[in-house]
């Protein structure tokens, strides 16, 4: 993914979408055609779509088994979806082999907002959540925060995604967060 970023005075930075990749994974046909259109209109290089998490499987199996310019950059999750939900999907992902799978971005995009929710999608990985419906906006700012903020990841015992806490607070003692995928492999193996 080449991401071209151009700030003048104080303007909000510019990117160059044409080499990125998104899945589209949303069974209602109608609003994954709506969030793709928004995508190609906002320049997105390919947008893929999948009706459900076992379609999505493949494609990420097929696109990101190993690094290469035709990675799937960021996935995009509905929650229930048949066959496999976004749940099971989001923990097939955290917990594949391949790093190109396993360090995946996926904003979840769903209608269901509750506070238990929100918890769940954020206890198995998801790097964000959204609510629908979604404007061109909302789509265009959360991927750019997801570009611009990357979060380290965490691994425990029984967590394996992006990093869950928000707010900075001062930590006295041993920093023992890595960021780097290669310290990532050998802690915990």
Known sequence: MDIDISIEDHEEPSYDFSTFRVLV??????ISDLISSTLN?????????????????????????????????????????????????LKWVRGHASDTIKFMPVIVCTAY????????????????????????EKLAKRIQHVIEHPRPFIKSPDFFGPDRRRKI???????????????????HE
């Open 25 to 30: 994974v949303d069974d209602f046909s109608f």
């Open 41 to 89: 209109e906002m320049g997105i290089g390919r947008v893929i779509k999948a009706g459900n998490g076992l379609t999505a499987k493949k494609h990420l199996l097929n696109y990101n088994m190993v690094q290469n310019t035709n990675n799937i950059d960021v996935v995009i999750l509905d929650w229930l979806m048949p066959e496999m939900s976004g749940a099971a999907f």
């Open 113 to 136: 907002t509750s506070p238990d929710f929100v918890e769940q999608a954020r206890d198995l990985g998801a790097t964000e959540v959204m609510v629908k419906p979604v404007s061109a």
């Open 169 to 187: 607070i001062a930590f006295k003692g041993q920093d023992r967060r890595k960021n780097k995928i290669e310290d990532m492999k050998t802690y």
